[in-house]
Each structure stands twice: as structure tokens, then as C-alpha cells.
């Protein structure tokens, strides 16, 4: 199972790409994290941890340990830092150098770098975790428009959660933190519990929005009253916000700031695309103004090859990954897909205008409103051909859902 994890965090670390908010400035950046959530003691009492980068690098990555025992006294640290030295592979031994309770676990955790960004950054290591139980939330931050599903997922030391009984937890808010009111703001339709049927390691709990008011639209909710042996793994909290993205939100003109997904784009499509293709030659002279769900569009860049005016129609509110964002998993965010009139081929060229499908989604970043529009329902023809090629018979709708064009955009004041 160890083994598993370990190849499965690889293919996901090579996937993740880190794309920067202001225009034309993309780079790719390592990401480094540990290969568990716990690690036990062998046989000679010796706690071996792993740490992977998704590329060579060289560089030390420090940790802390949150415990009672005294280093020198009850163990000593065989390397002091994961030594990276032009490799994706570094480790840490802990040995033991007295015989410690069974219940002593030690919280390690992997201090901020500045040559990368850290994906798994906690761990625990004890004699008895086999049989303790890790909960981590499945992602540190949720968005809820109208109702959304949080997941908690169990495991052990060894991957495998197995229970014969179902396991429920309650949940609670942290109101010291929180902006957002339950009963006013947000409620939990199914109850304030998570339940874990027989057989399964993971329960959801439903949160509804209920009204949105301007600073009071987040809150952090945790487990409580947990069983002696439960741990938190890596997300041991969740934050949570209020946030709708609908057409009376959505009036007024927004101006272009950036194309969020170009470096996703340029690393995980198709090797024989070239991505100085990519419809990138757009300014802040470019805007959508939208009148509840009229949108008219004043562009001059690539932009203007796919939108055109149009009347939408409200389609669903789904979860999308958002890809481009630092940090390992990407973050999950709730996107308002709309139906209106666009040129599908993105070409100035090719004119096939139909009814496509165009995600919106209203987000506050510094304090400041952007709009973010996702572009997958396209047929390109004069960028990414090799990969929509690839793509188009997997039966994904649309096709360009897993490689969207997204553009972020700034409220004209």
C-alpha cells in the first residue's frame, strides 16, 4: 500500500501546475510533499520518512516535531533535513533511543520553502498507529452556492480503514473564526454528523447557503468529540465559503486580467501543440458587460474569436478542480455553467457559431472582485488540434472540460 501511494502521489505531483495571477507572468514550480499521512517504528526503532519533488532540485527542506521527548535523550534525528542534492527523493531517519509509550505519536511538519510549494506537510509517527485511525478532510477549502457535499475520508497507517459498524462524527463551527451564522447564513439540511457506512472509508456532510451578506460569508467547521484513537492527518479542518455566482451578480462591465490556465495548458497537452498559439493576445481594453443575462462584448484580442452577444441560459451549478491554483489537491470551487452563442472553432477564420456552454464563477481575491470565465466547450482549429484530437472520442461533455481556457477579468469601477 505504501508503495501505492507513493506512485500514485507521483503521477499526480507531475500533473500540477502553478500559474501566476498577473498576465504573461507563468512559471512552473516544484512541489514537494510527503509521501503519507503516518509512518510507524521498525523493528529497530527507527521512524524512516519520505519526502518526493516532482522534478530534480537541489535544496534542504526543514521540519518541526511537536512531542514531549527530549531530543539526544529519547532520539536522535540521523539527518536533520530532507537533503535534496539534484534528485526528487530525500528521507529523514528518527531513531528511538529508549523504549517509548505506546501511545507517544510525534506531529512532524515540513516548514515553508522558497524554492517550491509544499503538498503533504504533515505526518504522524508512533508505535500504534496501525491500529489508530488518521480523518482528514478530502480538501482545506469548499465553496458553497446552493448545496454542497464536505468529505471526510479515514484511513491507517497501513491505507486500509476497514469497520464492521458505522462510524458517525459530529461536526462543529468555530464561531471565534467565523464571519458566517448557522441558522442565518448557512445550515447543515442533514444534521451536524458525518456517518461512515460499514465497509467504507468516507461520509459527506451537506452544507446549504442560505443568505449571502457582505463579510459574513465563511466559516471553518471541524470534528469534535472524536474516539481516543482518531488523529488528524493533513486537513484536519475545513474552510468554508458563501459564494454564488448568478446573473444579478454578474451585472455590470468586467475588464481582462490574465489567462489563468495557460501554463496547465502548456505542460499536459499535447506534446505537438505549440502553445504561442493559445488565444493570449488580450488587454484590459477587452470587456464583457453583462445585463442580468445579456452579455455584450466589446473585444479587440483572441477574445473576440470565440464570445460573441448573446442572451444565457442557466444550466447547473457543478464543482470544477481549479487547476491552475498552487498546492496540492487543487482547490474545488463551485462554477455557475450558463448556455449562450459562441463561436466554437476560437478561430478568426472558421465561423460556426452554436449554443455552447460557458462557466462563470464570482470570486474576491486581495480584496478586490474577479469574474472568471472557463471556456471548455470549444473546437479548436487553430490551437490545440493535436489535443482535441486526442480527446474527442474519451466522451467528455464537453469534449474540453478536463483542458478549459480559463480568463480571469476585474470589475470596471
Not at 479515514?154 to 480503514?161: A, E, H, I, Q
Amino acid at each position: 500500500m505504501r508503495n501505492n501511494i507513493k506512485i500514485i502521489f507521483v503521477i499526480l505531483l507531475s500533473f500540477v501546475a502553478i500559474s501566476c495571477v498577473k498576465k504573461d507572468e507563468y512559471k512552473l514550480m516544484t512541489v514537494i510533499g510527503l509521501t503519507q499521512e503516518s509512518y510507524g517504528i521498525d523493528i529497530d526503532n527507527i521512524a524512516t520518512l519520505t519526502v518526493l519533488a516532482n522534478s530534480p532540485i537541489n535544496g534542504d527542506v526543514s521540519f518541526s516535531i511537536s512531542i514531549d521527548l527530549k531530543e539526544g535523550e529519547d532520539y536522535e534525528l540521523i539527518n536533520k533535513t530532507f537533503a535534496f542534492r539534484d534528485t526528487t527523493i530525500a528521507q529523514v531517519k528518527i531513531k528511538f533511543l529508549k523504549e517509548i509509550p505506546q501511545e507517544t505519536i510525534l506531529d512532524i511538519s515540513l516548514l515553508p520553502i522558497d524554492f517550491g510549494t509544499l503538498a503533504l506537510a504533515k505526518a504522524k509517527v508512533g508505535l500504534n498507529l496501525d491500529e489508530d485511525v488518521i480523518y482528514t478532510f478530502d480538501y482545506p477549502a469548499y465553496e458553497v452556492s446552493e448545496i454542497t457535499e464536505i468529505t471526510v475520508s479515514l484511513s491507517t497507517v497501513n491505507g486500509v480503514f476497514k469497520n464492521e459498524m458505522p462510524v458517525t462524527l459530529e461536526v462543529e463551527v468555530d464561531d471565534k473564526r467565523s464571519t458566517a451564522k448557522e441558522g442565518v447564513h448557512f445550515s447543515f439540511p442533514e444534521g451536524k454528523t458525518i456517518t461512515i457506512e460499514k465497509r467504507k472509508s468516507k461520509g459527506t456532510l451537506k452544507v446549504k447557503l442560505l443568505k449571502e451578506e457582505l463579510g459574513k460569508n465563511n466559516f471553518v467547521l471541524r470534528l469534535k468529540n472524536l474516539p481516543k484513537a482518531f488523529h488528524p492527518g493533513n486537513i484536519d479542518e475545513a474552510k468554508v465559503s458563501l459564494l454564488s455566482t448568478t446573473f444579478e451578480r454578474l451585472t455590470g462591465s468586467w475588464k481582462y486580467v490574465a489567462f489563468t490556465t495557460y501554463d496547465y495548458l502548456d505542460l499536459n497537452t499535447s506534446w505537438a501543440d505549440d502553445p504561442s498559439k493559445l488565444p493570449v493576445n488580450n488587454t484590459a481594453a477587452d470587456v464583457l458587460t453583462f445585463d442580468h443575462n445579456e452579455l455584450t462584448v466589446s473585444l479587440s484580442g483572441d477574445m473576440k474569436n470565440y464570445f460573441r452577444n448573446t442572451e444565457l441560459v442557466k444550466k447547473a451549478d457543478v464543482v470544477q478542480m481549479l487547476i491552475e491554483a498552487p498546492g496540492f489537491p487543487p482547490p474545488r470551487v463551485n462554477v455557475m455553467v450558463a448556455e449562450g452563442k459562441a463561436n466554437v472553432p476560437f478561430s478568426p477564420n472558421k465561423e460556426a457559431v452554436r449554443n455552447a456552454q460557458i462557466g462563470f464563477r464570482i470570486t474576491t481575491i486581495n480584496g478586490k472582485e474577479y469574474l472568471e470565465v472557463t471556456i471548455g466547450d470549444f473546437e479548436p482549429v487553430d490551437f490545440l488540434q493535436n489535443t482535441y484530437d486526442m480527446v474527442k472520442d474519451w466522451g467528455s461533455n464537453p469534449v474540453m472540460v478536463d483542458y478549459p481556457i480559463r480568463y480571469r477579468f476585474e470589475r470596471v469601477k
